[in-house]
């Protein structure tokens, strides 16, 4: 019998104790007690009514004190009647208008100052819908990169107290829950769970951030401010800057001094996106794959791609192209071009894969206010260190499933080249901008290589001929290449395959 009522209390006791002060004082208590229990059931019979008393009420103690806390948990994750305390309209407007700013600019740095933050925060709360939750004040961090929170619940004043981690994940705002404390009790993995959903839902400024067609490269938490930096997934023509303007300002009255190359790979026969035949040639990237430049969709390199390998293999392929202008690493994993691949790869058996994907997560940096005016200050080369850091995760995360898909087909990346490499004589912002982009083209190789992917080099071929094989030169300036420029990425492909 005092074995059972020893169990019982450790059981009970135990439990409390582990939302009280953790799982290794818990297991300590919960030892002590059935060390109790065997010293009253086999020790002398003066020790057994003082044990087995001193177990009971244990037992009703903690009984008692965890159905409280249970009740009080309970009520407070589902209570959902009663209102949400308002945001503080000065700092929502400020915080918005942030926000609108990034409309026009390629890339960008928005700083929320914490009183913005906490804005934002408690302005999506009071917009959901049934949320147990009246109140989230917020404690940014510096020294650990993470912010505390509070949340006061509906019910009864209850409050929960913890630290959430900031991360950049798939392109957005990720915060992933530490411990958690509901008053004097450790929040337990269920409740844990349920707070996470409700914090992730109010704290989460990826739908705001989305409605700019904003991509997170990198996430920098200060004592009093939170500053996301990343880029616009935008098909305008990158031409702002003093540094584009300074390079462009060397070209005047040489415009004829750069020859494009002769044509080589030519013209292709397909215009459509989506072209019947089996197996097919599958292009996925940004504006490149997307033909922006040229007005006849065969002269982009993946049309000319696709007749050189239709004609040198002797098989009729078909042809997918889902390029999206403005896609970057991160919104090509949320955006939807990687699950359109993944779809089309399981329905139609592919010879070949060709993907392009990061002149948008870096060629926009170029307009900051970090690299607007001098690639190599410090701030710039920050900038371009955590842009690459970003990039290498979402291409890791991007080539994995696409190899995963591919079956047998012959995956192709496709490397950036540096618009600005006209070829008019060499500049230090030529020579830095080359720098950059080779930096990002390594990241590429090594990502590829390592899963047996095919690095085609768009880099080389094009340096110092931009000015004959771009719009850099027009009228209005444009990074995207014209008919010489895409057919010689065609032959990198090409050489490639």
């Known amino acids: 019998m005092l074995i059972f009522l020893a169990v019982l209390s450790a059981l009970v006791v135990g439990a409390l104790s582990w939302l009280l002060i ?35 009420l244990a037992l009703l103690a903690g009984g008692t004190y965890g159905t409280i806390v249970a009740v009080d948990l309970v009520e407070a994750l589902t209570t959902t009647d009663g209102t949400v305390d308002m945001a503080d309209q000065s700092q929502l407007a400020s915080a918005e208008d942030k926000l609108e700013g ?20 408690q302005d999506g709360l009071a917009a959901a819908d049934d949320v147990p939750v009246r109140r989230v004040d917020l404690d940014l961090r510096g020294a650990t990169s993470d912010v505390a929170f509070r949340a006061v619940f509906k019910a009864g004043g209850v409050e929960a107290t913890g630290n959430a981690s900031i991360a950049v994940v798939d392109g957005g705002i990720d915060l992933e829950l530490g411990p958690l404390e509901f008053g004097s009790v450790q929040v337990p993995s269920l409740a844990a769970g349920a707070i996470q ?3 992730g839902a109010v704290t989460d400024l990826n739908a705001a951030l989305e409605d700019q067609q904003a991509v997170v490269q990198s996430i920098t938490v200060t004592d009093d401010a939170l500053i996301v930096t990343g880029t616009r997934g935008t098909d305008e023509v990158l031409t702002d800057g003093d540094l584009l303007a300074a390079i462009r300002d060397q070209a005047t009255g040489a415009i004829d001094a750069v ?20 197996p097919i040639v599958l292009a996925i990237g940004d504006s490149l794959a997307a033909n922006v430049g040229v007005d006849d969709n065969r002269d982009g390199f993946v049309s000319r791609f696709h007749r050189f390998v239709a004609d040198a293999d002797g098989v009729p392929y078909g042809l997918v192209n889902l390029g999206v202008p403005g896609e970057t690493s991160g919104s090509l994993l949320t955006g939807g071009q990687l ?3 993944e779809a089309v790869l399981a329905s139609r058996p592919a010879a070949y894969v060709v993907v392009d994907i990061g002149a948008n997560d870096l060629l926009g940096h170029l307009t900051s206010a970090e690299c607007g005016t001098d690639l190599a200050n ?12 970003t990039y290498r995760s979402n291409l890791e995360q991007a080539m ?22 006209l070829g008019l004589g060499e500049s230090a912002q030529e020579r830095e901008s080359s720098t950059m982009v080779s930096r990002l083209n390594a990241v590429a190789a090594e990502v590829a290589a390592s899963r047996g992917i095919g690095v085609a080099d768009g880099f080389s071929p094009l340096q110092g001929t931009t000015a004959a094989t771009t719009h850099m030169l027009d009228a209005e300036p444009d990074i995207h290449p014209n008919v010489a420029g895409y057919d010689v990425l065609a032959g990198a492909l090409v050489d490639a395959r």
């Open 400 to 421: 994995d499933r696409l190899v995963a898909s591919a079956g047998s087909a012959r995956v192709l990346f496709l490397q950036t080249y540096n618009p600005f490499s």
């Open 22 to 56: 953790g799982p290794t004082g818990a297991a300590a208590v919960a030892v002590l007690i059935l060390i109790g229990g065997l010293v009253a059931q086999f020790g002398d019979r003066s020790v057994r009514r003082p044990i087995g008393t001193v177990l009971l």
């Open 102 to 121: 990034l409309a026009g600019q390629s890339s960008f740095q928005l700083e929320l100052t914490e009183p913005e933050l906490q804005a934002v925060v």
């Open 197 to 199: 959903s409700l914090l």
């Open 259 to 278: 020859q494009a190359p002769p044509e080589r790979i030519g013209q292709g026969r397909l215009a459509g996106l989506d072209e019947p035949g089996e």
């Open 378 to 389: 410090a701030s710039c080369q920050q900038l371009v260190d955590e842009t690459l850091v």
């Open 339 to 341: 699950e359109a691949a």
